[in-house]
T-cell receptor
């Protein structure tokens, strides 16, 4: 099983709503990632979890709150978002790479988020 | 900081060979990845280079020169389904000794014409 699943596929939310994005993998990967991707742009790293602990936060606004309940699950809680936060949100996972290991990241299909 | 450059767009003909270049400037280099992304889909892994030289996987090959900060992805026997965005991504080694941070170039949109 080399699949990363994400739910929902599409989400429309108002600026006062609270919603959550979910990501799941069963490959035994201990590193999990959230990326944001705008149209015709590359993915931008938001957060990295390693062994269920937050290890990288790329100066993401607090209206995005990640959570890693266990080694297979990764959530992204959304609150008071702005229209400019509309994007494709990608989850990825990988083995925990040391220097020189390939251990590529496997991406989920993404959640298409629209903030109105 | 990191700087990764690749051409924005390329066009090639079905059955031909195309080379997509990527140049980078970064500290703590720990590998270069190529991903393919079709419109509206997730990126999928194509290749990985950490040492200088050529890596071949079927119709796809990737080359790395660390001293020049340069890589290319070579696609042979192009097919219509190869029309996609090709992302060059550099992984850096963090001070903790772990190597998780991946920074993507802006992507090259390849169009394969019949």
């Amino acid at each position: 099983d080399t699949e990363v699943t994400q739910t929902p596929k599409h989400l429309v939310m108002g600026m006062t709503n609270k919603k959550s994005l979910k990501c799941e993998q069963h490959m035994g990967h201990r590193a999990m990632y959230w990326y944001k991707q705008k149209a015709k742009k590359p993915p931008e790293l938001m957060f990295v979890y390693s062994y269920e602990k937050l290890s990288i936060n790329e100066s993401v606004p607090s209206r995005f709150s990640p959570e890693c309940p266990n080694s297979s699950l990764l959530n992204l809680h959304l609150h008071a978002l702005q229209p400019e936060d509309s994007a494709l949100y990608l989850c990825a996972s990988s083995q925990e790479p040391l220097a020189g290991d390939p251990y590529e990241q496997y991406f989920g299909p993404g959640t298409r988020l629209t903030v109105t | 900081g990191q700087n990764i450059d690749q051409p924005t767009e390329m066009t090639a003909t079905e059955g031909a060979i195309v080379q997509i270049n990527c140049t980078y400037q970064t500290s703590g280099f720990n590998g270069l990845f190529w991903y393919q992304q079709h419109a509206g889909e997730a990126p999928t892994f194509l290749s990985y280079n950490v040492l200088d030289g050529l890596e071949e996987k079927g119709r796809f090959s990737s080359f790395l020169s660390r001293s020049k900060g340069y890589s290319y992805l070579l696609l042979k026997e192009l097919q219509m389904k190869d029309s996609a965005s090709y992302l060059c991504a550099v992984r850096i080694l963090l001070s903790s000794g772990s190597a998780r941070q991946l920074t993507f170039g802006s992507g090259t949109q390849l169009t394969v014409l019949p």
